[in-house]
């Protein structure tokens, strides 16, 4: 697998524009450069060449990086933040055994989450197209199982447990890699079937195997299905929403459509709609300040939406955005709010 040394030229490739300061959320709070890329970049460059020593007050920096890889997409030189930053995370934790205690804490986590999913009922209708569905770490949800069946496509429900993003962004690789391959022996099995995803995080995590080493796979998301199916909506009853972007979502024109096709749903745009939930925040408790600043700007915008509802389609950012709804709006993933609601 990559290691940092193998990014020294992208990191080199960093112009110190200052560019991602104009978007880091975090940024934003702090001003301290530090905590952005390009003082990120200036550091790891320290590191590769050896003036540098990995340090806790380096991770530190590293860990407020909420890996939401807003800098990526404004970045004149295409770096790839969130790789660079889980890379650099990976050569503190080679060194700390207390990284790696947190590690074993959350895999022995992510596996009980496993065993437990076992338990979930999947009966579903027969039909002649099948695809293969990636749950993760939520276990196989009726809701997409039902809206699938409605565009008479039956589903395989594999356990196939997380995809290993929470390990990927604590630099734990060889734990991530272990996730990759167990993804691959399963898969194995069912060469055939289209592989359907819900939420947007393993989506993107199993897109991103081939950049290190996975073989190439196919991967739809389900409102790709309803949009080829043409698959027309109505809701029972009159509601609004407003919808929370999750950073890893690369593919919100498809759920747009669907959020302003469905009859009967009025969807209003919040600002900030794309900014993090911040979920990452909720491991750094170190630094309360800034992360309930993260929370607070992101509540206020979903209040001052209007709607009632809050949408979104990563389980991390459901998960997140519930714990700070305070009672004042309803968290759901988008498809469950489909499945639950449409004629
Ligand atoms: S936007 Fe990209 S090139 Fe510019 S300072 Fe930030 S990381 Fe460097
Ligand atoms: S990934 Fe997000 S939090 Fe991290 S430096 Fe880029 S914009 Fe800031």
Known sequence: MKTLQDCKSEIHSCSKCGLCQSVCPIYKITGNDCTVSRGHFIMLKGLIKGELKMSKTINKYLDLCLKCGACSKFCPSGIDVVDIVALAKAEYFKLHKTEKLKSAILNFILGFVKKINLLKNTKQKKFEKKVIYFAGCGGANKSVIK?????????????????????????????????????????????DYD????????????????????????????FEYIKENNLSLELKKYQKVTFHKPCNLDNFEDIKQVLENTKNLEYVEMKDFDICCGLEGLTNLKERKIMSELFKSKHKNIVESGAKTVLTSCLACKITLALFSLGKYKVQDFIEFLAKNVK
């Open 147 to 191: 809206i699938l069946n409605s565009m008479n496509i039956e589903v395989i429900t594999p356990n196939f447990g997380c995809c290993g993003f929470p390990l990927f962004v604590r630099g734990d690789m060889e734990s991530f890699q272990k996730y990759m391959d167990s993804f691959y022996k399963i898969i194995g099995q069912y060469e």
């Open 195 to 222: 592989i359907v995803v819900n939420c947007a995080t393993c989506e993107k995590t199993l897109k991103s195997y081939s950049k290190w080493g996975g073989k190439e796979i196919k991967i739809k998301n389900v």
